[in-house]
């Protein structure tokens, strides 16, 4: 089973960008769907953006499209969220998620079965 630790988290100011990174352990990083979530206080985890096993296929969050990109490095195993024009609202807990091995992508957190243990982004005013 794949194990997911995350990083790049960070304050940033408003209109600033970060990159978050995810690293797998385990030897089906390749074949396994992934996606990026978030949660803020007091609000449900919200999907953000997910890519393909195959690199084919990238969806995103209404409210990121056009400012985040995500991206895989099948042989570091490593995904990567980059954001762009940061808002104070992307203030939130973000979490990597792996999906079942030639899995579809979605948008469910239920159909993601490995999380990370977060990494805190804070985008200040």
């Known amino acids: 089973q794949v194990q997911l630790a995350e990083s790049g988290g960070g304050l940033v100011q408003a209109g600033g960008s970060l990159r978050l990174s995810c690293a797998a352990s385990?030897?089906?990083?390749?074949?396994?769907?992934m996606g990026w979530f978030r949660q803020a206080p007091g609000r449900e985890r919200e999907f953000v953006a997910g890519?393909?096993?195959?690199?084919?296929?990238?969806h995103y969050g209404d409210s990121v499209t056009g400012r985040f990109t995500i991206s895989r490095d099948n042989a570091k195993s490593t995904v990567f969220l980059q954001m762009y024009s940061l808002k104070p609202e992307d203030t939130a807990v973000y979490y990597c998620?792996?999906?079942?091995?030639?899995?579809?992508?979605?948008?469910?957190?239920?159909?993601?079965?490995?999380w990370g243990q977060g990494t805190q982004v804070t985008v200040s005013s």
């Open positions: 998620a792996a999906g079942r091995p030639f899995g579809v992508l979605t948008t469910r957190p239920l159909d993601y079965g490995t």
């Open positions: 385990g030897r089906t990083f390749n074949i396994i769907p």
């Open positions: 890519i393909a096993w195959n690199n084919d296929n990238r």
